[in-house]
């Protein structure tokens, strides 16, 4: 696509009275890099400032207004004193300085969502909801002085952010939050001019955004709403109507439609399961409704971004994690380089994953997030001839890194064509971002001085790494066939092979329910199969992020794979497998039977590769995901 594609996306704008370069929004996410007190660090400041010339206008993460009520967990930005406002003026400093635009977006904290529940302090809400997670826990309703308290620090909050030169406002109104639980009838049952009607449930938000212009003249003011709660009784975006009818009506410049709840987490942070655009189904109609600017998120792609916005269907494109994967998203699209944008794979792994873990924000694809300064790619003292064995993710990144560090690349790959595990592991739809990552690299490399030796097996002693300064060995790994009988039959097919075209029949068992067991079920399920997977543990994909496993199962249980979880497969035969359980063996009736028992290290080459001073990376050191393997073959070509 020639860059007039994206010419809507890239169109410069004005937000209220704040002019923007274009219609990009990079939309709030926290990172778990603030300091102990919950202030910008110099490395966070720095992750946005990155990104500064990737969007029109960057939103930070949630931060906390006030701790009046409620305690705020360590790990979440906070703006409720005076403290806050150094770090707030070298964020605004760092985005200026690169001729860029930033928001910030404050909360009223989680309530019934709270992380930590304190048996000292109830948590706060609407009403006297139970807290999402534990039903003996029931909220306390907050008092009508108490709501005034929680509208005066948002005023202050807002302050603070206009004080130390940042340039727009958000709210956090969405995920079931405290003032989401003021907005829904599901949570809020007051009686007082706090509930009830539309208009009453509203006025707690209305005040918010009026104490927020008050404090911060002249800034526009956003509020992310979730139209859809995706849960039975939650919200739905007919509803929601009404709701941003009054938040215009209170003052509101942007509305960020968005979707989902602790209930629906997923629609939170879509996993590939959801696909493209996934959170776009209603966004022309709060166009339709309102006169403000809107904006749409949830996986978009550029080129969704592009038509939604030439056909009137919204003002914005949010964008959030593709901005965490590829700093420069619109910059790219700007200099015509829409291939060159490194893929988010929505796998959610480094970026979510560490958040629930309160480590700082990672992402699988970049391993510059959050290093922002420490991994600068600068040439390297010594150019180097380096020779890397495996074309999986470790030895791309590797390769990338190293020759984008001045190093000259050569890259041994057995099979006939990039990309590794990724390339079978990529054949569902729904995987599709993983396939884009194998053409990212080979764009990447196509420009640097790598060569690509495919068919080449590489041996303990091949003389192709004679000539070189340093070796990376990522060789992968080997499917492990436990010692079942009927194994080796011909009606069996190891889960690669099954990927990649082999013969298989309707009804199929597949044997292992870790992820690529599990992928591999939903993807023939959906093509028309009848699948069963046999898992000894007690649940499907154990090691899989719980959100992105909220959706595989249930996407499971919608395509109708049978699940036979905590049984043993004790034998394969022409009839099928016959497996073990609680209530003793039973016979499975299958035409193809799937092997999916997990992987092995291929751990006799590197062995040998170590003894020729390789440095070994990716999954033939341990097996795990496709963010570990890129990490590390980063952080080896990094450290040539
Ligand atoms: C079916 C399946 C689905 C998966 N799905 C996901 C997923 O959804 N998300 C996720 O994060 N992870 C997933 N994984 C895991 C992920 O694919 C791996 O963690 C990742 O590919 C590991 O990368 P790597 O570069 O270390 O090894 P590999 O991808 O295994 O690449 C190793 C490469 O080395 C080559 N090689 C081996 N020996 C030699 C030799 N002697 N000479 C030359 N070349 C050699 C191989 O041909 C291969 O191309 C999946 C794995 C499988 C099997
Ligand atoms: C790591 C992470 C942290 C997030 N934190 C916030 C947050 O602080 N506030 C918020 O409104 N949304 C938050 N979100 C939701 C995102 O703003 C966004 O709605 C979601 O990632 C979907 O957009 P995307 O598909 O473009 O990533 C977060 C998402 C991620 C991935
Ligand atoms: S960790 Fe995965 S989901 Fe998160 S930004 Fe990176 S690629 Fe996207």
Redesign the pocket.
Known sequence: MPATAFSHVLEPVTLGSLQLRNRVIMVPMGTEMGDHDGHLTDREVAYYAERAAGAGLVCTGINAVTDDYEVINEGLGRVDTDAAIPGLRKLAEAFHARGGAVSVQLTAGLGRNINNIDPERLPISASDNTHWLDPSVRCRPLETHEIKVIVQRFKEAAERCAQAGIDAIDIHGHTGYVIDQFLSPVWNRRTDEYGGSVENRCRFAAEIIAAVKEGAPGLPVSFRLSVDHHFEGGRTPAESVEIARQLEAAGLDLLMVDEGSYEAMDYVFPP?YLGDNCMMGSVRMFKEALSIPVLGCGNLTPERAESAIAAGEMDFAGIGRALIADPEWALKLAEGRREDIRPC?R?N?LCVGNAFVGQPLGC?VNPTVGKERERVLTPAATPKRVAI????????EAARVAALRGHTVDV????EQ?????????TPEF?KE?RSMIFWWERQLADLPVTVHLG????ADSPELDGADAIIV????EPVAPPIPGLDGDNVVE??DA?LGADLGHRMVVCGGG???A??ALEMQEKGHDVTVVEMADGIAPDLLMINRITLLRDHAEAGVTLLTGHRVVEVNAAGVKVDGPDGPVQIAADTVVS?FG?RP?TA?VEALQARGAVA?????K????????N??FEAAFAL
């Open positions: 590939y794979i796998c792994q699988a064995v495996g074309a999986g993710p470790a030895g791309l041994y790959e057995k099979g990039l990309g590794g595990v990724l390339w079978p592991a990529a995987k993983l080449t097996e590489i041996a990522a060789v992968g790994t889960v690669i990927h992820l690529s067991g992928d591999f999916a992987v291929a080459l990376v990716g999954d033939c050191v097996p795990a995901k496709v963010g570990d393997a890129i590390a073959g």
